[in-house]
């Protein structure tokens, strides 16, 4: 897809209310990255962008302005928008915060923004949210510069063998697994298959959940996601009735099970 | 004072220069009378513990209202649309304000919404239908599925005010997303 004169493709991350009439929005766009900008007047009254100046719909956009906030000028729609709901929702929420979170401003991310718009359709598709998590995080690493072989052995460049066990060094990369390693394992198959993009298999999503949280760390300052922690309320709620011996599903076995954030999710257990 | 009268919304530092200086040089008597009042309200008016919506007493006028159906609850973001609907609906069900929407990215969960109160009420019998009066933004509808989730675990009916063309709003000038929730919504006539 091609610019439309000076326009640029757009979507927006967040958005707040500002004065009385306008929204302050995150916005990420295709070659320019994440930026700050105000829509004057979005929220008057029958004014058709404030509709349109929302997450996860595909945008044309045009702004004025230096500094550090520009000022929107145009605003068009650049297709329907991405129907998420319930859990594909908060995967799009995720996503998002990660990218508030992680991306610097004004760093232009092309293949990241051709990635993030293929992610939320495939959210939208509904199958297979983890592993579409999981190739993002993976995506979203790499993009910043934190990339990680997760194909080879980092104090020999020997390729991780699918039958081999592996842990995380951190600052490293993978090393194969010692009787006396404490940090947690992780298959080599699963190392390849997030190496490849491939789909997870059932087994594989936990560990490559704890794999990409624990690289995802230090990048987030010590401060929680927090759209991690309206994923457990989510999925505790939506659980048909507690499953017996389960446990309350948050404290010590939060990280235990299986929702794409690495959450509890007794229905999924049911 | 400037300072403190921009809180005000809509005030800028020229009205709130403006209406200081009419205060003080125009109206003191109206002045005073209006921090009694504004302190009184502050320190009294607290939310209801039924509805959440605010109100001087424990439990709001329309909650003890032994004339409104229990059976129907409306949900609403904030204590003015129960206002509106209150003005141009027959509306004779209860209320719930949540005080906002589900938005991780500013901090705003379940807990901040109200949402265990809102489910400990779908739980406890009375309520056959919710009825969800809340935007149609991304946000909005993430919370009309949690609380529609909460609904369907306790057998109770959940349904979504209709969503659409404004009254002698003309689909020419209509934005693409209301244009398609106004299609999904279609009745027959
Ligand atoms: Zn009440």
């Known amino acids: ?270 | 004072m400037v300072d403190a009268l921009r809180c005000l919304p809509g005030v800028g530092p020229k009205s709130a220069q403006r209406i200081a200086f009419h205060l003080l040089e125009r109206d003191r008597e109206g002045g005073l009378r209006l921090a009694r009042i504004m302190a009184d309200a502050m320190t009294r008016i607290r939310r209801c513990r039924r509805c959440r919506t605010l109100t001087e007493q424990e439990v709001c006028a329309l909650c003890t209202n032994p004339h409104r159906d229990g059976g129907l609850l409306c949900v609403v973001e904030q204590p003015s649309e129960i206002l509106a609907i209150e003005q141009a609906t027959e509306f004779r069900g209860l209320y719930f304000v949540l005080g906002g929407r589900l938005s991780p990215l500013d901090g705003i969960g379940p807990a901040e919404l109200g949402l265990d109160l809102l489910d400990a009420r779908l739980g406890g019998g009375e309520v056959r239908e919710v009825i969800l009066a809340i935007s149609p933004t991304v946000e909005g509808s993430a919370t009309a599925h949690f609380i529609a989730e909460s609904a369907d675990r306790h057998g109770v009916s959940a349904t979504r005010i209709a969503h659409g063309v404004p009254l002698g709003g003309e689909l020419e000038y209509l934005d693409g997303g209301t244009l398609a929730l106004a299609f999904n919504g279609r009745r027959r006539l």
């Open chain 1, 1 to 270: 897809m091609n610019a439309r004169g000076s326009l640029f493709q757009a979507f927006v991350l967040h958005r707040r209310d500002y004065g009385n009439t306008s929204l302050l929005l995150e916005v990420f766009a295709a070659g320019r990255g994440r930026f700050p900008a105000i829509a004057k007047g979005a929220r008057r009254a029958r004014h058709p962008t404030s509709a349109l100046l929302q997450p996860f719909q595909p945008l044309w956009l045009d702004a004025v302005g230096r500094g550090e906030v520009l000022t929107l000028t145009r605003v068009e729609a650049a297709g329907p928008a991405i129907g998420l709901l319930g859990r594909p929702l908060l995967c799009g929420f995720y996503l998002n915060e990660l990218l508030v979170r992680l991306l610097g401003r004004d760093d232009p991310h092309d293949p990241l923004f051709a990635f993030y718009h293929a992610a939320l359709t495939g959210l939208a598709g509904g199958d297979d949210l983890e592993s579409l998590l999981r190739q993002f995080e993976i995506r979203l690493l790499d993009e910043l510069g934190y990339a990680l072989a997760l194909d080879v052995e980092a104090d020999c460049d020997r390729p991780v063998m699918p039958d081999g066990v592996y842990v995380l060094v951190p600052g490293q990369g993978m090393l194969r697994a010692q009787p006396d390693d404490r940090a947690e394992r992780v298959s080599g198959a699963t190392l390849l298959a997030l190496a490849q993009g491939d789909r997870l298999a059932p087994h594989q999503l936990r560990e490559a959940r704890a794999l990409l949280r624990r690289l995802l760390e230090p990048h987030l300052g010590g401060r929680p996601l927090k759209s991690r922690a309206l994923f457990r309320r989510f999925a505790v709620a939506s659980a048909p009735s507690p499953v017996p011996g389960s446990g309350s599903g948050q404290g010590a076995g939060a990280s235990r099970d299986s929702t794409p954030l690495g959450i509890t999710n007794r229905s999924l257990e049911s």
